[in-house]
């Protein structure tokens, strides 16, 4: 395990969604942000960050 920058972990799993919203259209977005918290390390306060950001950005 590696120690990185303060919100790097958020930003690797911003970009693994992403690619794997393109790649695999069809999976949940609910299902994608628990598999980036489990592969990001990430908390559920940043769970609902993504959830966030990923529903927010598609109505703007």
Do not use: Y
């Amino acid at each position: 395990m590696s120690i990185l920058p303060e919100g790097e972990q958020m930003r690797r799993a911003i970009k693994w969604i992403s690619q794997e919203r393109q790649d695999n259209p069809e999976t949940s977005l609910f299902k994608l942000v628990e598999n980036a918290c489990l592969k990001f390390d990430l908390s559920p306060k940043d769970a609902e960050v993504l959830v966030h950001f990923f529903t927010d950005g598609a109505k703007g």
